[in-house]
């Protein structure tokens, strides 16, 4: 079912938007084509994973430490690879209607700079001091 007017309107506000607020994020949005190879690398951290934490499990069992410890630095490298390979998209790409900083106080470049985590972090601390700081 295609969108209204309306709804075509208010999706183009909403990129719009976003893009005004975070223009690295939405560039890596808009080009999220995924480097060759990089799908297989994911598959391939996932099945590490998966086989390192059986043998973790197996070596716990059998009460094999030496088992156990391969099967945690196995599980281990699994989850990096995936998470490089997930992440690796995002930090090659240079935003492109991104600005550079310079000429800008080091302070405003900063605050433009603030993610999404900075914010809640900046709320919750404020939030902590407000009620005292007891919890």
């Known amino acids: 079912m295609p969108l209204s007017e309306h709804e075509q309107r208010l999706l183009e506000q909403m990129e719009r938007a976003l893009y005004a607020e975070d223009p690295k ?10 480097r060759p190879g990089s799908r297989r690398r994911a598959a391939v951290g996932v099945l590490l994973a998966l086989v390192g934490a059986g043998l973790l499990v197996a070596g716990s069992a059998t009460s094999i430490v030496a088992l156990g410890v391969l099967g945690f630095l196995v599980m281990l490298g699994g989850t990096f690879l995936v998470i490089r390979t997930l992440r690796a998209p995002a930090e090659a790409a240079p935003a492109a209607g991104a600005k550079p900083a310079a000429g800008k106080p080091a302070k ?25 700081g007891e919890y």
Do not use: N, Y
């Open 25 to 34: 994020f939405a560039s890596s949005l808009r080009s999220a084509t995924p």
């Open 108 to 132: 405003q470049a900063k605050a433009e700079k603030a993610g999404f985590m900075d914010k809640m972090d900046e709320r919750f601390r404020k939030r902590r001091e407000g009620d005292g």
